[in-house]
Structure formats: structure tokens, C-alpha cells
């Protein structure tokens, strides 16, 4: 089997499905995770729900059936089925049939709603607690967000480090508006373990970032901190002053070979400029864009399943990534506590 086959998806997570504003109120989509076929409804009084996208009879995707905001009837026998994921009727039994519909289910999985995306909690451990949503954290009462999705043509995994590479932004990110590549000088950021994860302690943001050279305009003191956890979490905060901007970033892997990217950001900053939402949608669209098409390009090269080599100390954070994966994996198999991956506090150096 090739590498890009042989993916391994962390399970008792939370897992982004969809934009919420993809699904209005009485409609259902299928919609793959983790390889996975869901059908992801949203009732007549605009709660969502997550099912298994078969139907127990004879296995036709629920999603070729109809829903009308409260049942989903299955298209090859009428079976019906509420968003529970309970058979209600079973249209060809006798009054006197002992058959009882109720006792005849499609899995139901725990969803939610949160920050304009739709949750499916993927476990196959019944006795596993559900932890709560993922939540992208604001500062202040008012503010803007915006939600961004992109599919990337590349596995979760590189989809992932992808995300936390310091290395490309120069050569992939490059526009006179955000940076040059000739502005690559050497970095050093410390590092600190969390749960699940890890994070780049409170620093200035480099002199070469847009997000510097834009909140310079506050002239009060600006700091970033970017965290990554399990299993595809991104979160970066930037603070000036009262301002702020807040952003997570997943990255939702949909089949073995594509995932999906979904930025969701919120902000205090700069609400005076007029039209800041639209300009800060045609700018992250494009930001995201490029990463979208690096990825591309990528993903035909491994097609190959060519060897990759990861390097100190630029990739650090992408091998701290495979790492704390398998370190849950494990943990999750014996049931115990995981072992971090990263012991201490750490400075990684780079030229970006
Ligand atoms: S396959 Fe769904 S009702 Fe028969
Ligand atoms: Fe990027």
C-alpha cells in the first residue's frame, strides 16, 4: 500500500463536516469524513444531526431518499427514519407483523453547530466521553467573522503540516503585499507543550508579516501566539492592545487522498475601515488559494509515492505532528495516559 493509502484519522475526536450556511433548515447532505459516508441533516427547527449514510435494509445511501425536516425516507423500500437515527414506519409490514420498526436503527452521531461549521463527533468507542467543541476564542463583546473552506487535494496529513510549515511562505506566499522572498532572514521561536499538542509561546510577530506591518498603524506592542492540537487544530491570536484577530484553522480529512480546509476567523481589528470584511475575504482567499495550489501541484508528485525527508529544524513542527498522532494512538489502543511527544519548553531556529 502506498503512504497516501495508508492514513491513520484519530477517532473520539470532533471533526468539522460543513460550512453551517451550506445547510438550510429542512435540507440533508452526504458528506465523507475520515473515509467515512455521513448524511448530515438539519431539521425544520434548524437543529443539525449526523447519521451513518446507510440504510440498515439493504445499505442504499440514506442521502438518495427524501427529507422532509423531520424523517428521511429511504428511496428503495420507504423505510423511514428520524434524525435520531430511529426506523419510525416500514411502509410493506402487516398491521400484524411482529417486526418492530423502533428497535431498528442507522448509527446516530453526536453533532453540533459552533463558530459557522457543523461538528460530527467520530468515535467507534461507546464508552468514550465526549469532550466539548472545539471554540475559537474572542476577546471582545463586538466583532466580525468570517468563515473560509477550501478543498485541498492532498491528505489530512500533508493538509496538516502544510499548514504549520514555516519554510514555504516566502516562495508560496509571496506578493508585494505580504512579503518578499529576498525579506528571508532567521527566526527563532520557542516552543511549549500542551495537551494534544503544542504551542509557539507569545512572540512579536516577524517584521515581514502582514499582520505586523497592518497593526503597526495601533502603535502599541503586538504579540501572536499559534497552538496546534489534535487532530487537525490550528489556532492563532494576534493582540495589539485592545485589538485583536483570532483564527482556527482545521483541516477536515475527507477521503484518503483530499481534505478540507476551514478557516474561521474573527476579529476586532481595523472594523473602522470601511468594507474591511470584503477586504479581508479577498485577502485570505487569496493566502488560502495558494496554499490550495501548492497543494495541487503536490499532490500529483505523490502520486508516486515518492520517499520525503523531513528536516530540522523547519519541519520540526510537522515531525512533533506525526509524533503526537502516534503517541494518541497508542494511548487510545492500551487506555492509558498519552506520552508527549515533547518534553520541555524548546527554541527552533529557521530562515523564513
Ligand atoms: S434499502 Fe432502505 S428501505 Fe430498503
Ligand atoms: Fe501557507
Known sequence: MSEESKIEFPTNFWYAAM????????????QMLTNRPFLILRDQNGEVAALDDHCPHRGIPLSDGRFDGKEVECCYHGWKFNCEGTCTEIPSLMPDS???????????????????????YISDDKNSEIKEVPKLETFS???????????LKCNMDHGIIGLMDPAHGPFVH???????QTSIHEKAKKFEPIPNGFRMSSHTPSTNSAAYKLLNIYNEPITTTIEFVLPNRRLE??????????????????????????????????????????IYKIFAKKFIGQDQRIMEKQSVGLRDNPKLILIDDADTQAKWYFQLKKAYQKAQENGDEMEHPIKEPITLRWRS
Open 141 to 151: 463583546e463586538k466583532y466580525k467573522s468570517h468563515v473560509i473552506s477550501s478543498e
Open 19 to 30: 460550512p453551517a450556511e451550506d445547510l438550510k433548515s429542512g435540507e440533508m447532505k452526504r
Open 174 to 180: 509571496q506578493a508585494w503585499w505580504w512579503r518578499k
Open 98 to 120: 411482529p417486526v418492530k420498526p423502533e428497535r431498528i436503527r442507522t448509527k446516530n452521531f453526536p453533532c453540533e453547530e459552533r463558530d459557522g461549521l457543523i461538528w460530527v
Open 237 to 278: 491570536q494576534i493582540h495589539c492592545g485592545k485589538y485583536w484577530f483570532s483564527s482556527q484553522a482545521v483541516v477536515t480529512p475527507i477521503t484518503d487522498k483530499e481534505s478540507r480546509l476551514d478557516f474561521v476567523a474573527a476579529w476586532n481589528i481595523l472594523n473602522g475601515v470601511p468594507f474591511i470584511k470584503n
